[in-house]
């Protein structure tokens, strides 16, 4: 309640006290409880309208305090929310950097399998290259033993000598063989190109056409690969 509505109270109180004392009969003693019946009227009236008073303030203040509950409320709750948002968006970074890197170490792993595994196909073919070199070297000794061994007369075959230029070449053939040396079969062969060296034609008839009938060089493998090609002569 305002002061303007107070007053009009006030005022209407008043003036019904004043008709009434009108009403009465006049007297020392009518005056008096004129007067105090006017008085305590007033009096009444300002404590009414002071206890309406107090009633709106004290809801006017309840009213502000739970507009005010209800503003921190809602200003928790949208600092709530926006805590919410920020950490969500903050996940969704973390998660979209860890699959990045995920991603990153995956291709690191799979580009240094690629490497690993060329590197070792690399020095696999260096090393097959550098063994057959040195192999390579050593079929022209072997040969040599074959053609002494072979020029030995029946009567000294078995003698010291040619038993131990026998047993040295079986060793070597033996360490050959270890190592993934192999002769390659020519005669009674179809002739293969990728494993024999035609060098003559004979007669033969032993064999069919396009068949190996003599030797005259062993051709020797080397795990899959031609180490030396057979020197072979071809039935036409």
Do not use: C, W
Request: charged share 40%.
């Amino acid at each position: 309640m305002d002061d303007v509505t107070k007053e009009e109270i006030i005022k209407e109180a008043i003036e019904n006290a004043r008709k009434e004392k009108k009403d009465k009969p006049s007297g020392g003693k009518a005056k008096k409880a004129d007067k105090a019946e006017e008085s305590k009227a007033e009096k009444t009236v300002k404590e009414e309208a002071e206890d309406t008073a107090t009633e709106e303030a004290v809801e006017a203040t309840e009213e502000a305090a739970e507009e005010e509950k209800a503003e921190a409320s809602g200003e928790e709750t949208s600092q709530k929310e926006e805590k919410k948002g920020l950490f969500k968006k903050k996940d969704n970074k973390d998660k979209e950097r860890i699959e990045e890197l995920e991603d990153k170490v995956k291709r690191q792993l799979a580009e240094f399998e690629n490497f690993r595994n060329r590197t070792e196909k690399e020095k696999a073919q260096m090393y097959d290259m550098g063994a057959k070199n040195v192999l390579e070297k050593i079929l022209p000794v072997i040969d040599n033993f074959e053609r002494g061994l072979a020029t030995v007369p029946e009567e000294d075959a078995g003698g010291a000598f040619a038993e131990g230029m026998n047993m040295i070449y079986k060793q070597l053939i033996a360490e050959m063989e270890k190592l993934g040396v192999e002769p390659i079969e020519a005669v009674g062969k179809e002739f293969d190109p990728n494993l024999h060296n035609a060098v003559m034609q004979v007669e033969s008839e032993e064999y069919e056409s396009g068949f190996v009938a003599q030797e005259m060089q062993k051709g020797y493998k080397y795990h899959d690969s031609v180490l030396r090609h057979s020197m072979v002569a071809v039935v036409p």
